[in-house]
């Protein structure tokens, strides 16, 4: 079997007290062939220090964990644009935030084979969020348009980089030509979707726990109706040939 090489983009922000743990849970993983970029925005609790001890106390070299420190704040979709260029074309994305992290030690295993045996081009797991039974990935069918369907492709987000080599800045900018700020998991999967036509697959195994917290607010805070507009206005626009 071929090994494919996984390479986690992993912006941070203010995520000293889980950033080591979600390191840590892909540097536990049963597969090898693994490189984490973190990219940290403006923390201000020592995150990067964080990272740095990491780098320090393994030795880990840049192919391994590379730690990038902004300068000025840029937000979520430009820091993930920015991990990705330390990617090949031949590597596969995974989207891991700084504050969650892997629960399935075998989850690079089990993804590795279904990119070597089957050749898809992207594909997510089921995840919990927090420690709960609730995970709102599932089945994408491979014959719709996936900007037109529901949001079912969460966590854990897997693509191959080649995906989205060519296509147009445009696709992760809103319509004042300014990087979309807050969702993430939708201006960067979407366009990976859309050119992977259809050959893609929905992994039903528990590999990501996102940590928040959930209560009956959770999806009515400012930062959630601000998500909720971008979202909108992605979708309304679609794909940028």
């Known amino acids: 079997m071929n090994r494919n090489r996984f390479v986690f983009v992993m912006p941070a922000f203010n995520a000293r007290e889980t950033i080591q743990y979600s390191i840590n849970t892909v540097m536990m993983q049963n597969y090898p062939d693994w490189g984490i970029v973190v990219v940290d925005d403006m923390s201000t609790d020592g995150t990067p220090d964080a990272v740095q001890e990491m780098i320090d106390s393994y030795n880990m070299p840049e192919d391994r964990l590379k730690l990038i420190v902004n300068t000025e704040k840029k937000w979520e979709i430009a820091n993930v644009l920015e991990g990705m260029k330390h990617a090949d074309d031949s590597d596969i994305i995974c989207r891991l935030d700084g504050d ?84 993430g998991d939708q201006v960067i999967y979407l366009p990976a979707l859309y050119q992977a036509a259809g050959n893609w697959h ?9 940590n928040i917290e959930l209560n009956q607010d959770t999806f009515h805070t400012e930062d959630a109706k601000f998500q909720k507009d971008e979202a909108l206005e992605l979708r309304e626009r679609g794909f940028v040939e």
């Open 100 to 183: 969650d992290w892997l629960c399935d030690t075998d989850a690079l295993a089990i993804l590795n084979y279904r990119y070597d045996s089957e050749g898809y081009d992207a594909i997510w797991t089921a995840h919990r969020w927090s420690f709960t039974h609730a995970n709102m990935s599932t089945d994408l069918p491979n014959d719709v348009n996936p900007y037109e369907h529901e949001w079912v492709s969460s966590h854990l987000k897997t693509f191959r980089k080649k995906l989205l080599s060519g296509v147009k800045d445009e696709n992760f900018r809103n319509s004042e030509g300014e990087y979309f700020k807050r969702i």
């Open 202 to 210: 929905f992994e039903p195994i528990v590999a990501y726990h996102y």
